[in-house]
């Protein structure tokens, strides 16, 4: 209230009293302290978690796991937004470095959806999972420096076969 009687007994340009107005207003409605992050960072995880886990218990009906995984592990995976911000997240999962596995993990969450929810086949949503999770691993190791390119050696060197 504070805020609008400074506004209203402000004296100068209308346009940059406005402006200045809703810069604070909007300042205060979106900023959370630190510890407000923590904790969301960590409901918004332990609430992924828990959906994965429960999709684990429901595993013989592919379409509900691929549901409670799915939304499980786009919870996870957003939750550290809440500690850097949706803009520095979505800034890091489009960086020129991780955009493919980003573009990747996204397609197949998508795919998954589609296929759990339009589709209903269950061998097409399994299929879908599995390539989900993999991309979501490809995906994790683009923040480990070096970690994709050990991965790739160590695959080729272990499925590498000469006859």
């Known amino acids: 209230m504070w805020k609008m009687k400074e506004y209203v007994m402000s ?10 107005f809703l810069d604070e207003e909007s300042e205060g409605l979106c900023s959370l302290s630190y510890t407000q992050r923590i904790y969301a960072f960590a409901a918004c995880l332990l609430s992924g978690l ?6 684990l218990i429901v595993f013989a009906k592919p379409i509900k796991f691929a549901l409670l995984f799915t939304f499980g592990n786009v919870l996870a995976v957003g939750s550290t937004a809440f500690l850097m911000g949706p803009e520095q997240q979505l800034r890091m999962m489009f960086d020129s ?35 989900e999770i993999c991309a ?28």
């Open 50 to 55: 828990v959906l994965m886990f429960l999709s």
């Open 97 to 131: 470095v991780r955009v493919y596995a980003t573009a990747i993990y996204i397609g197949f969450v998508v795919l998954a959806l589609i296929c759990a929810l339009w589709i209903q086949s269950k061998i097409l949503t399994i299929l879908a999972i599995i390539c």
């Open 136 to 163: 979501l691993i490809w995906y994790c190791l683009s923040y480990i420096p070096f970690a994709r390119r050990i991965v790739s050696d160590l695959m080729v060197r272990f499925c590498d076969t000469e006859l």
């Open 11 to 20: 004296g100068g340009d209308e346009e940059d009293r406005a402006e200045s």
